[in-house]
């Protein structure tokens, strides 16, 4: 059985890594019978989370999850779609995960009131004497990664207004289809989920937030989810949960029709096994 390293719920996201859940989504859509184990970032090969252990083998980084499943499976989560929509689907997949992740990070771990609410909570197993400065130093090195990147170059105001950018055009992409590239998700719905479902984050007051909540449809986008909620889920799925909760915040008056699918049923190869409801009770 595979294994997916997670850091489990948080901020009330099922993840508060949008790269964890693009994997654990990816996961779900491939049909593959899984676990998840939040005690790996020690043992993480990169250094990060998520990574995966199948059949003696750690794949780590979500992008080469996903690669490591098409392989072996047999899968293809771009199946019917054009070489020029395979194109414009990795270039959205890299404007969430290379512009827009960078702009939810420096929200949520430099504005002070932001990490209180959040990120504060990796700290509470640290000794009370050495918290202070643990934490201190572990902001610094995400400010100094910031930087880094380019985007700790900018004021609050201009990282929010190249956000903003970022999550219009995810809008105006999308439209009124119910996924991506129409009536079915393919891959670049696993990310989009993700990282719009990480910028809407209740939780935190963020520039992210604000952009995305300008628009009905990525609300609504979310609240749908890839996979629909199903009875075998156990009632305290964070999964479950997340989506009930997008549902209330985020259907539009008139929805109309919208398409679901199950776990697996468009991309496993005949005879592959299902998704299983293997997501862990928050800690």
């Not at 008139?254 to 496993?268: K, L």
Request: hydrophobic residues 45%.
């Amino acid at each position: 059985m595979i294994t997916l390293y997670t850091f489990g719920p948080a901020f009330g996201l099922p993840d508060p890594s949008p790269f964890v859940m693009k994997a654990e989504v990816l996961l779900k859509m491939a049909g593959l019978v899984y676990r998840t184990d939040t005690k790996g970032l020690r043992r993480a090969p990169k250094g990060k989370l998520p990574y995966i252990e199948d059949d003696g083998e750690r794949i780590a980084d979500s992008t080469f999850i996903r690669w490591h499943i098409e392989k072996k499976y047999g899968i293809d989560f771009d199946r019917g779609l054009s070489r020029e929509e395979r194109a414009t689907a990795w270039a959205f997949e890299k404007l969430a995960e290379d512009h827009l992740y960078w702009a939810i990070v420096e929200a949520r771990w430099s504005d002070d009131a932001n990490f209180a609410k959040g990120p504060q909570i990796f700290f509470r197993r640290i000794p009370s004497p050495l918290r202070p400065v643990v934490i201190a130093m572990i902001r610094r090195r995400v400010r100094n990664a910031l930087r880094a990147h380019g985007i700790g170059r900018h004021s609050q105001a201009e990282i929010g207004a190249l956000a903003a950018s970022s999550i219009d055009a995810f809008a105006e992409f999308l439209g009124a289809k119910p996924f991506f590239f129409g009536r079915e998700p393919t891959g670049i719905d696993a990310t989009a989920f993700a990282f719009i479902a990480a910028a809407l984050c209740p939780i935190f007051t963020a520039a992210t937030r604000t952009a995305a909540e300008r628009h009905d449809n990525l609300r609504a986008y979310v609240g749908r989810a890839i996979i629909p909620s199903a009875a075998r889920w156990r009632a305290a799925s964070p999964w479950h949960d997340f989506v009930a909760r997008m549902k209330r915040r985020g259907t539009p008056r008139n929805p109309g029709s919208v398409p679901r699918i199950s776990p697996g049923s468009r991309f496993a190869r005949p005879g592959s096994i299902r998704a299983t409801d293997s997501l862990r009770i928050p800690r």
